[in-house]
């Protein structure tokens, strides 16, 4: 299934869940040409939003991805709360909860970092450019090192395009 | 060379300040030789085109053409899936 960032932003935007769009899904709406196949959110570890988070995600069936079907698995607050990061199906498509990423921390750490964003009706958080490339620089995952060229030569046009005056506004 | 503020910090591996945020410090880009070599081949036609959108507009256009893969995916003989 795609990774369905419409329908992920439908369950989670209007219960209030507090999260970041990172990983492929960022690069694209800052404007990269590469597809992606999840959709990565860091998500507020706070008790308030780990309750609307799984309230939000429950009646999507997440199951651990990869894992054989059948494992007791249960989607509830104690097992987000005793985990950090999960990699899910779902009814809306695969997706990432990420409480910490490498080299960039927690949900907190990584919102001044962020931009709200519009798309698909829903408003939300997505994190800025140069910070994506650090965070795909932190993985140190070889597959990252041609998206990183290209997020790098995006960043180099949009200072150029803005430098220029040449951005329209909303882009 | 393209210089951006970074989120990590030298003398404290989490890079976060007191109050949980990140700490500013300037990292250089384009240091590493392979990152260097694919940039070299990036069609940055369809980059600037991409900047000229707004983020909605990205957005579905990702998600029109995710479905598509998703589609063709599925009419494709399984031994090539």
């Known amino acids: 299934m795609a990774a369905d960032l419409e329908k992920a932003l439908s369950a989670l935007v209007p219960a209030g869940v507090k999260f970041i769009v990172i990983g492929g899904w960022a690069a694209a709406l800052h404007g990269s040409a590469r597809s992606t196949i999840d959709v990565d959110v860091v998500y507020d570890r706070s008790r308030a939003n780990v309750h609307a988070l799984v309230a939000a995600l429950q009646p999507h069936a997440p199951y651990l991805r990869g894992a054989p079907p059948g494992l007791p698995f249960a989607f509830d607050e104690r097992t987000i709360r005793m985990g950090l990061n999960f990699t899910l199906t779902t009814s809306l498509g695969s997706l990432d909860l990420l409480g910490e990423v490498p080299g960039g921390g927690t949900y907190v750490a990584l919102l001044e970092r962020s931009l709200e964003v519009d798309a698909f009706g829903y408003r939300f958080r997505v994190v800025d450019l140069p910070t994506l490339i650090h965070l795909k620089r932190a993985a140190g995952r070889p597959k990252d090192l041609e998206p990183i060229a290209e997020l790098e030569a995006l960043l180099e046009e949009r200072r150029r395009l803005e430098a220029n005056n040449q951005l329209p506004p909303g882009a | ?81």
């Open chain 2, 1 to 81: 060379m393209i210089k951006h503020a970074d989120i990590a910090d030298e003398s404290e591996s989490s890079g976060l300040t007191a109050d949980g945020t990140l700490k500013e410090m300037e990292l250089e880009f384009g240091d590493d030789p392979v990152v260097a070599c694919f940039k070299q081949d990036v069609d940055r036609s369809l980059l600037i085109d991409n900047l000229f959108r707004t983020y909605d507009e990205r957005a579905r256009r990702m998600n029109e053409f995710l479905r598509a893969r998703d589609q063709l995916q599925t009419a494709l003989p399984i031994q090539l899936r």
